[in-house]
């Protein structure tokens, strides 16, 4: 039946709906956006959910710390409760991951249509730029980057965007380079329209599908980055509960109390692994085409 | 084949000296400076001002950039290391030589004493790591690949997306809870100390496997891909159809033609290994170059990141060099 209504579709020349449209037809996909939003769901409820303060220290609970009544997944090395931290710091995490990758994309996009579009010295200056940051070491670029310019939200943000930026620049020139001779690009310059109306309404909606894709890999891929500045001790400052931050604390304590390194580094898995199943099932999508 | 490496050589050269520049430029950035490094946190405010003078740190950046490349390719003498600042710095080697990449002010010694003992531990855990990779992921990846859709290559592709979603300190502190915490076979540190209680060997057991469980998740997706589309070609339809056993259709058709692609990407691995060595020399306490790379960006030691960050460009862009090589040589067709 639906086979019948998508060819029905396509014989009278309208678009297949499109590739998130088409996700729950993907198993993996689904698993993957499934895991997301368990902790998308719970950083939003964060402040509603009856937690106790993340930064709270219950010094009577240290000399037990394992999971107890009041505190289900026992507590940090500090005595500060490990669940109520872990959702406050995947609320940390789903706040500067993708407002990192979206800052990333607007640059990245922009020198990626510049570069496509203008040819010429435009191009040649962007991609040698792009070529330098893109033959670092990620991680080695990261830790002089925030070492430097010192942890902070903000500055992580910075430097996933200094890091990535280059790399989408070269997936957008590449894609504008095939679309902009185009028979709707042609169609756009007969009636006028000026470069940026060109660039942005008719290249870049043409870019998407690659996209989409490429963004939850980077959305895994920076969630794999925050979690490791925080480890490196690069990440938000102390109190913020930042789940590299406490695996790092709680590694020196792995062989009494290991379920402090391992709540959090299980949160961080799940979480990755949400991105990546999602930005796999995506893939699958767009190659069945 | 010859012009064509010299050009790229060149552009490799070009590079590492654009990003050293930047590298230069972010390290402005850092509160302190050489001098203040170099003197310590009880100096008097007085005693800094006049290394800083001494030391000419007024001067405006390019200027003390081409001083440093001065330094390195032995034109100049290390101003830090001038025996009438009397602050006993002194490269047992000469004054000027080329290569000299200066005076370390986090170890209080010559760069050149600190970074090549730490890049051989490294390149022994990368080594071992590559060992690792390269094998398991092909099995992988191939496996995987032969029946793109079956129920192991399923099995085989989630197991590689798992092990691409676990960081390595996540891994770290996993495989330590099982086979240090729970099962107490292995030692949960690595100072490579043939005295610390466990052999050499079992010390570099858990960091190996953290490296390469990690990116061998990632190759082995590239190879399957690369696998899964050469089966769907039409000349391995052929060989098929002509009655050849499964096997040989795998070993002697499919295979060469699927293991170019991953070629290339199994030797921009040696990138994110880099990266990674970083992260796994921090979770074992591994004495090795990604360690004191982070130890010296804390710090502020410029001539240290300067150093580590052109080794580790160095290795990165010359095994890219390598791999596009390598890829002509395979492929006749990118060859024109």
């Known amino acids: 039946m639906s086979g019948l209504l998508v060819s029905a579709a396509e014989s009278a020349g309208r678009p297949r709906p499109g590739l998130l449209r088409r996700l729950p037809r993907s198993g993996v996909a689904m698993v993957g956006l499934a895991l997301v939003l368990f902790w998308v769901v719970l950083a939003l409820l964060a402040p509603v959910l009856p937690l106790a303060d993340p930064n709270a220290q219950d010094y009577l609970a240290m000399a037990h710390p394992g999971s107890s009544a009041k505190h289900w997944l026992g507590v940090d090395p500090l005595g500060r409760d490990m669940l109520s931290r872990l959702i406050w710091g995947g609320r940390t995490v789903l706040a500067v991951a993708p407002t990192a990758v979206l800052a990333a994309y607007a640059a990245g996009i922009a020198m990626g249509l510049l570069a496509g579009y203008y040819r010429g010295w435009v191009d040649v200056a962007i991609s040698r730029i792009s070529d330098v940051i893109l033959s670092f070491p990620v991680v080695v670029l990261y830790v002089i980057l925030i070492a430097n310019i010192g942890p902070s939200a903000l500055n992580i943000v910075v430097a996933v965007v200094l890091a990535s930026a280059p790399g989408i620049a070269r997936i957008v020139r590449g894609l504008t380079l095939s679309l902009i001779h185009q028979e709707f690009v042609a169609a756009a310059y007969l009636r006028r329209e000026t470069d940026l109306f060109v660039m942005l309404i008719e290249v870049l909606p043409n870019c998407r599908a690659p996209l989409i894709t490429d963004f939850c890999l980077r959305l895994g891929y920076t969630t794999i980055t925050i979690g490791t500045l925080g480890f490196l001790g690069l990440g938000l400052p102390p109190p913020a509960p930042d789940w590299g931050g406490m695996v790092k604390q709680a590694t020196s304590m792995i062989t009494v109390f290991p379920h402090m390194a391992l709540y959090p580094a299980i949160a961080i898995v799940t979480l990755i692994l949400g991105f990546n199943l999602l930005a796999d099932g995506l893939t699958e999508l767009s190659q069945a085409d | ?336």
Do not use: C
């Not at chain 2, 070009?14 to 230069?24: C, E, G």
């Not at chain 2, 001494?54 to 440093?68: A, E, G, Q, S």
């Not at chain 2, 070993?251 to 033609?257: F, G, K, P, Q």
């Not at chain 2, 921090?282 to 170059?289: Q, R």
């Open chain 2, 1 to 336: 084949m010859t012009r064509y490496i010299l050009r790229r050589t060149l552009e490799m050269l070009v590079t590492l000296l654009v990003a050293s520049f930047l590298v230069f430029v972010v390290t402005e950035f850092s509160p302190g400076n050489v001098a203040r490094k170099t003197l310590g946190a009880f100096a008097l405010q007085e005693q800094v001002d006049l290394l800083y003078k001494k030391l000419h740190l007024n001067d405006p950046l390019l200027v003390r950039y081409v001083r440093w490349v001065g330094v390195l390719t032995g034109i100049e003498a290390d101003p830090l290391q001038d025996p009438a600042l009397g602050l006993g710095f002194k490269d047992p080697r000469r004054a000027r030589y080329f290569g000299n990449f200066g005076y370390s002010t986090l170890y209080k010694a010559p760069v050149n004493d600190v970074l090549w003992d730490r890049l051989g531990n490294t390149a022994l855990l990368a080594g071992l790591a590559f060992a690792v990779i390269v094998p398991l992921s092909l099995v992988l990846g191939v496996l995987a690949g032969m029946r793109a859709g079956s129920v192991l290559d399923r099995a085989l592709s989630t197991l590689a997306i798992v092990m691409t979603s676990i960081p390595e300190y996540a891994l770290g502190v996993l495989l330590v809870a099982v086979f240090v915490v729970a099962l107490g076979v292995l030692p949960g540190t690595s100072p490579l100390d043939p005295n610390a209680g466990w052999s050499i060997a079992a010390q570099l057991v858990l960091p190996v496997s953290v490296l390469a469980l990690y990116d061998a998740g990632y190759v082995a997706r590239i190879v399957r891909a690369s696998m899964a589309e050469v089966m769907a070609r039409p000349f391995v339809r052929t060989a098929v159809l002509k009655g050849l056993p499964r096997r040989q259709v795998i070993v002697n058709h499919a295979l060469r033609n699927a293991l170019i692609a991953p070629f290339t990407v199994i030797l921009l691995q040696i990138n994110w290994l880099i990266g990674g060595v970083v992260v796994t020399e921090l979770v074992f306490a591994y004495p090795g170059f990604g360690r004191m790379l982070l130890d010296a960006s804390l710090f502020g030691d410029v001539a240290l990141i300067e150093a580590a960050t052109l080794v580790a460009l160095f290795v990165a862009t010359a095994t890219q060099l390598l791999s596009d090589v390598g890829y002509r040589v395979l492929d006749p067709q990118a060859r024109r």
